[in-house]
């Protein structure tokens, strides 16, 4: 249990532990369903900056992400560049998600907001799929959204202007953290989406300006959503309309 070891216990069993709802993919299952997975479910807590799988290491854990916790996954450069190919929150889960586990980590998953999560070892969920056909479909159905998700970032990243990419990540990330501050520095930012840190703070200021979010220390508000959404590019509707399409049950925001 190397990563969830690295972490502190939530103790599941205590007052303030999160339900299960908290994640919207166990949200979404059965009770007869959830009850198969509930006895192998470990609260964990998930500090920021947490390496929860890094590339070459085995996935022997996948995590499903309470409340505002939010993570990134990252394609690690041969210079050490960390550029996100994706970020899963509440509606979704990590580790052995499209390769079933078993195998190398391609890339490296950081968290970037704390919070809590369940994990569970791949290898028990491996089990459950395989006889509960329920658990089988709902995480096949998050593994083909999560791909899209990654196939709309690399089109993103090639096609639009770095303003309309940072409005993209922003409302993701505001569709995970609600009305919280988004707890992340512009540094962080700009090497996810591969740009200077000078670029991001321009862009920042300008956001900034017209009102649509607020920066502080290593945090953004967001101020106005719809002023966001329209100086977003169109992937934030196409990722979350084909989610919507394929995991009708389970909500992205």
């Known amino acids: 249990m190397s990563a969830a070891a690295r972490l ?11 339900p299960f709802s908290s994640n919207r993919l166990l949200a979404a299952l059965r009770p007869e369903a959830l009850a198969e997975l509930s006895p192998y479910l470990l ?47 509440r509606e979704g889960a990590i580790g052995g998600v499209v390769s079933a586990g078993f195998k190398p980590a391609y890339g490296r998953t950081v968290v970037r907001t704390a919070g809590r999560a369940f994990t569970l070892p791949v290898q028990r969920l491996e089990e459950i799929k395989a006889r509960v056909p329920a658990v089988a479909d709902l995480f096949s159905r998050y593994a083909d959204v999560l791909i899209a998700q990654m196939m ?55 956001l900034q300006d017209a009102g649509v979010i607020h920066i502080g220390r290593g945090r953004m508000e967001i101020l106005d959503r719809p002023a966001l959404e329209k100086r977003a590019c169109e992937c934030h509707d196409a990722i979350e309309g084909h989610f919507k399409k394929v995991l009708p049950k389970v909500d992205i925001d």
């Open 8 to 18: 502190s216990h939530g103790g599941g069993a205590s007052d303030d532990a999160p």
């Open 43 to 89: 609260l964990v807590d998930l500090p920021q900056d947490a390496v929860l799988l890094d590339a070459g290491g085995d996935v022997e854990h996948t995590y499903l992400p309470c409340d505002t916790t939010l993570c990134s996954l990252l394609v690690v450069t041969a210079d050490g560049q960390e550029i996100e190919a994706a970020n899963v929150g």
């Open 152 to 206: 709309q970032t690399v089109a993103c990243n090639a096609l639009h202007p770095i303003e309309q990419r940072v409005c993209r990540w922003l409302l993701a990330a505001h569709d995970r953290a609600g009305d919280a501050p988004i707890r992340l520095t512009q540094e962080t930012l700009a090497q996810m989406l591969g740009v200077q840190r000078t670029t991001i703070s321009a862009v920042a200021r300008t």
